[in-house]
């Protein structure tokens, strides 16, 4: 009798061992569908120094705030075949794709239909589908502080613009800039040259030097590179950086840079989709949530803007002052924004006008 006790509680003791075993088998599996690995499309590479560089710091902060899994490819152009990278990427467990370049968002949109489970994150566009969002930030703010600090110090008066393509974006940018240089130095002038490039140092040092030879004292920038700044320093005048803060490449030039900080964003995104709150819609914010900045001023900026950049920094912050803000006219004279009134964001999306005192033209 007592060995078939024994038997029988031997017996059962299997069973519930085997049931046991069963029972641990989906949770592995579920763990494995709920991992979170999100894939990063750069224009130019990671360590550019300026636009892809900051996002590869935000890939780096999500990693660590989040602990998920993050994959990148950098250099990748502006064509069908980023259509394939993003492929590869879903393919290595991506459930989650971020492109940081305007040239990216049609591919993106064809994708997001072929893979409704994937979410798809797109910089700098305007499209949106049910699992593709768009996302950016008001630089043109900081824009407007920038162009503070270098309406202060030029002594010429002319102040040159190495811009990339003359896409809203850029236009928006050139134009805040030469606002808030007017708005300390009326007689200001701003030279634009057009490369046709986000990412290529020599060209774009090319063009800063263009606009030295015409006798500006101060450039600034809307390209991916430091060459502005190489070229302000090496003829010993001035500069205004773009994207991340570029005072060590041009110590004796840099004033200050427009700046960006996208790590907050992507980790607020990242929890979203994990917990299912997650809502494709455009994202447009700026100095108020701190994904858009002025990097601190330098030893070479000028005595005073400190003061009256922390001024305007505060009336945008509050909404007492909006930069595209009236009278506003256009190269020609013409008002386009009237006294007491301000651009609407689509007026700001679809700008496709210079302000007064910008030299250059669009076309």
Known sequence: MKRMLTVLMAVLMMVLVGCGTKEEAPKEAASKEKETVVGFVYVSPADDGGWSTTHNEGRLYLEKELGVKTLYRESVPEGPEVKDVMRNMIEEGATIIISASFGYMDYMEELSYDYPEIKFLHCSGYKTTDNMSNFF?????????????AGMKT???????VAAFPIPEVIRGIN???????????????????????????????????VLDNGVDVVAQHQDTAGPQHAAQERGVWSIGYHADMSAVAPEANMTSPIWNWGPFYVDQVKAIQEGTW????????????????????????AGAQEVVDEYEAKIISGDFAVFSGEIRDQEGNVKVKEGESLNDGDLLSMNWFVEGVVGRIN
């Open 137 to 149: 930030g008001r630089i043109y703010q900081a824009r407007y502080l920038s162009g503070i600090v």
């Open 155 to 161: 002594e010429t008066n002319k102040i040159g613009y």
């Open 176 to 210: 805040a800039f030469t606002l808030g240089a007017q708005s300390v130095n009326p007689d200001v002038t701003v030279e634009v040259v057009w490369t046709n490039t986000w990412y290529n140092p020599a060209t774009e040092k090319d063009a800063a030097i263009a």
């Open 279 to 302: 809502t494709s819609e455009p994202y447009w914010k700026g100095l108020e949530t701190g994904v858009v900045e002025l990097a601190p001023l330098t030893a070479v900026a000028p």
